[in-house]
């Protein structure tokens, strides 16, 4: 068995770092607490019991409210893993449990991941409960290619085309919005940003490859300057609030952190909407839970 690190006393408690992520994609510790369930003096006290734990801060508290640092970027990026290794746990036991009739393994985009896929896997669940399911998050660059490898059997895209190589359908639509900190000098305009400014303007970005930075580059005409890349629209939302730049991202993303002000809206005159897709391989009918997944979010889909 592997030793904790000299400071720590035990390895750091799933519910803590559930939480932890939580707070990253939904912009605030408020926000997060309510996504996972906690009552938010509980998730305060769950967050410091973990910085005392690692003995890292991970969060910067004001009365503005609580973003991560750092630190807490990092810890969030390395948390995920341990969250999603501890879902499939779940779903395998769950399987064992159920001995589930077909299997169905499913690889999707971030934003499709975050904040689109539960809701439909839940009403997948609701008509098809005996089918197991798995679920693979990466960009949408990558989920193609594993579509294309025939490691999962369906994937969710983002991106301004249909992808090459693949069926595909359209499920639902998003659209990109420009958004930046509050003491941004941009947060009181009005008019309109230019294509011509953003262009010129370095921006906190995702990296290249994911379906929000390529339909960003198609809607400007080009690659767009980037101050920062970075790999999560979390970690991009948090540059942003720390005054690394501008950011597009889905609104789907900034939802929250637009509702409790931590990030200001700018209007632009780029059309920034875009198309989700499913896409896969093999027969262009898809059957079974592939079929009914699709039927879920194309009737559920954003937009």
């Given at each position: 068995?592997?030793?904790?690190?000299?400071?720590?006393?035990?390895?750091?408690?799933?519910?803590?770092?559930?939480l932890l992520v939580a707070v990253a994609d939904h912009g605030s510790l408020s926000a997060g607490a309510r996504a996972a369930g906690v009552a938010q003096p509980n998730a305060s006290r769950s967050v410091a019991?973990?910085?005392?734990?690692?003995?890292?801060?991970?969060?910067?508290?004001?009365?503005?409210?609580?973003?991560?640092?750092?630190?807490?970027?990092?810890?969030?990026?390395?948390?995920?893993?341990v969250v999603a290794a501890a879902g499939r746990l779940r779903e395998g036991v769950a399987a064992l449990a159920t001995d589930g009739d077909e299997t169905l393994a499913v690889t999707a985009s971030q934003t499709?991941?975050?904040?689109?896929?539960?809701?439909?896997?839940?009403?997948?669940?609701?008509?098809?409960?005996?089918?197991?399911?798995?679920?693979?998050?990466?960009?949408?660059?990558?989920?193609?290619?594993?579509?294309?490898?025939?490691?999962?059997?369906?994937?969710?895209?983002?991106?301004?085309?249909?992808?090459?190589?693949?069926?595909?359908?359209?499920?639902?639509?998003?659209?990109?919005?420009?958004?930046?900190?509050?003491?941004?000098?941009?947060?009181?305009?009005?008019?309109?940003?230019?294509?011509?400014?953003?262009?010129?303007?370095?921006?906190?970005?995702?990296?290249?490859?994911?379906?929000?930075?390529?339909?960003?580059?198609?809607?400007?005409?080009?690659?767009?300057?980037?101050?920062?890349?970075?790999?999560?629209?979390?970690?991009?939302?948090?540059?942003?609030?720390?005054?690394?730049?501008?950011?597009?991202?889905?609104?789907?993303?900034?939802?929250?952190?637009?509702?409790?002000?931590?990030?200001?809206?700018?209007?632009?005159?780029?059309?920034?909407?875009?198309?989700?897709?499913?896409?896969?391989?093999?027969?262009?009918?898809?059957?079974?839970?592939?079929?009914?997944?699709?039927?879920?979010?194309?009737?559920?889909?954003?937009?």
């Amino acid at each position: 068995m592997a030793a904790y690190p000299s400071h720590m006393t035990s390895w750091p408690d799933l519910g803590a770092l559930e939480l932890l992520v939580a707070v990253a994609d939904h912009g605030s510790l408020s926000a997060g607490a309510r996504a996972a369930g906690v009552a938010q003096p509980n998730a305060s006290r769950s967050v410091a019991r973990l910085e005392r734990q690692l003995g890292v801060a991970l969060l910067h508290r004001s009365t503005r409210g609580s973003t991560l640092t750092p630190a807490g970027l990092l810890v969030v990026d390395w948390s995920r893993q341990v969250v999603a290794a501890a879902g499939r746990l779940r779903e395998g036991v769950a399987a064992l449990a159920t001995d589930g009739d077909e299997t169905l393994a499913v690889t999707a985009s971030q934003t499709v991941a975050e904040h689109l896929l539960p809701a439909w896997l839940a009403a997948l669940r609701g008509t098809a409960a005996r089918v197991r399911v798995s679920v693979d998050v990466r960009n949408s660059q990558e989920t193609v290619a594993q579509v294309l490898a025939g490691r999962c059997d369906l994937g969710f895209v983002e991106g301004p085309r249909p992808p090459r190589g693949v069926h595909h359908l359209v499920v639902a639509h998003d659209e990109l919005v420009l958004v930046v900190a509050a003491d941004h000098p941009w947060a009181a305009r009005r008019s309109p940003v230019s294509r011509a400014e953003l262009s010129g303007t370095p921006l906190v970005t995702r990296e290249r490859g994911s379906g929000t930075r390529v339909a960003l580059d198609a809607a400007v005409g080009h690659e767009v300057p980037a101050a920062v890349e970075l790999p999560s629209n979390a970690a991009v939302r948090v540059g942003v609030r720390s005054g690394a730049g501008p950011a597009v991202l889905s609104r789907l993303a900034v939802a929250d952190a637009l509702a409790d002000g931590t990030l200001l809206e700018v209007p632009t005159e780029l059309d920034l909407r875009r198309q989700l897709r499913a896409v896969w391989t093999g027969p262009r009918r898809l059957q079974g839970a592939a079929a009914d997944l699709v039927t879920h979010a194309r009737a559920g889909g954003a937009g």
